[in-house]
Nanobody, 123 residues
């Protein structure tokens, strides 16, 4: 499975961005998917996850109510809608596919990773 994340960019605080993750090589419809982020000098952290059928979602406390994860298995894509962005959301965002069916907060649960897309939120 190859994953490619895109949609990052520079946005002012309070603004919105929509990240997309496109999968190729194999369908990801049987995998749970997740978004993680890594800010400079910090460890990679879980942002949002979605189960293989899109029924269950999970979010980090820091983004609840502001971010929404969704997937389109027919298109082999997973999106992350980010609203009310804050400067602390600045990071490289990665999409990942898990061999499990439900979303996990643990990076080790994900066997496939995209290359990351940079989100910069200015004050």
């Amino acid at each position: 499975v190859q994953l490619q994340a895109f949609g990052g960019g520079l946005v002012q605080a309070g603004g919105s961005l929509r990240l997309s993750c496109a999968a190729s090589g194999r369908t990801v419809s049987v995998y749970a998917m997740g978004w993680f982020r890594q800010a400079p000098g910090k460890e990679r952290e879980f942002v949002a996850g979605i189960s293989w059928r899109g029924i269950a979602t999970d979010y980090a406390e820091a983004v609840k109510g502001r971010f929404t994860i969704s997937r389109d298995n027919a298109k082999n894509t997973v999106d992350l809608q980010m609203n009310s962005l804050k400067t602390e959301d600045t990071a490289v965002y990665y999409c990942a596919a898990s061999t499990g069916r439900g979303p996990s907060h643990l990076p080790t649960a994900y066997g496939y990773w995209g290359q990351g897309t940079l989100v910069t939120v200015s004050s």
